[in-house]
T-cell receptor, first 116, second 113 residues
Framework: DTGVSQDPRHKITKRGQNVTFRCDPI?????LYWYRQTLGQGPEFLTY????????KSRLLSDRFSAERPKGSFSTLEIQRTEQGDSAMYLC??????????????FGEGSRLTVL | DQQVKQNSPSLSVQEGRISILNCDYT??????FLWYKKYPAEGPTFLIS?????DKNEDGRFTVFLNKSAKHLSLHIVPSQPGDSAVYFC????????????FGEGTQLTVNP
């Protein structure tokens, strides 16, 4: 399978614990995005990388959220001191700059976080 | 503020008929518009897009119409099939934003056999 891969698919944690999600993009894609989706809403942009550079992180929801892409390949999204309001689906997507821009992103299946 | 809005949470149509999904936006800087389809337990998958310099783009059974003056776009599916039953998200982006997409809330389409 050469699509975007996310791990774990489902994480259940207690409030106050830290969680980390991993995303492996499509191998030739140099852009990687994190989105969050809550029930009944569309995906909400959090942050994105071009290679290892984090080009925008102002939309990260609080300073408890951080993301890395140390070698420009896989990425991790960490949430520290989780709160019940962090319960959501965390989606990763990747893209490759194209000669003709289409805006298309390729999404993974998501990592569902449940905070008890 | 909700820059991309899908006012219909759900739509039900008969197999073989036309499905029309609507989307409105407020940000005049958006220059690309996309539709994504999402099945349960899967990530969104790209369906079709349109540049702001066009007013129509067609791909098989799927056609997207853009009305820039009204800041409105629609997705037409003809003929609708039961396998089209999914949540459809409208999204918009500015080319200079690096493909950062702003999504609507989604519309659940149900196509009845």
């Amino acid at each position: 399978d050469t699509g975007v891969s996310q791990d774990p698919r489902h994480k259940i944690t207690k409030r106050g614990q830290n969680v980390t999600f991993r995303c492996d993009p499509i191998s030739e894609h140099n852009r990687l995005y994190w989105y969050r989706q809550t029930l009944g809403q569309g995906p909400e942009f959090l942050t994105y990388f071009q290679n290892e550079a984090q080009l925008e992180k102002s939309r990260l929801l609080s300073d408890r959220f951080s993301a890395e892409r140390p070698k420009g390949s896989f990425s991790t999204l960490e949430i520290q001191r989780t709160e019940q309001g962090d319960s959501a689906m965390y989606l990763c997507a990747s893209s490759q700059p194209q000669r003709e821009y289409t805006g298309e992103l390729f999404f993974g299946e998501g990592s569902r976080l449940t905070v008890l | 503020d909700q820059q991309v809005k899908q006012n219909s949470p759900s739509l039900s149509v008969q197999e073989g008929r036309i499905s029309i999904l609507n989307c409105d936006y407020t940000n005049s800087m958006f220059d690309y518009f996309l539709w994504y389809k999402k099945y349960p337990a899967e990530g969104p998958t790209f369906l079709i897009s349109i540049s702001s310099i066009k007013d129509k783009n067609e791909d098989g059974r799927f056609t997207v119409f853009l009305n820039k003056s009204a800041k409105h776009l629609s997705l037409h599916i003809v003929p609708s099939q039961p396998g089209d039953s999914a949540v459809y998200f409208c999204a918009a982006s500015e080319e200079t934003s690096g493909s950062r997409l702003t999504f609507g809330e989604g519309t659940q389409l149900t196509v009845n056999p």
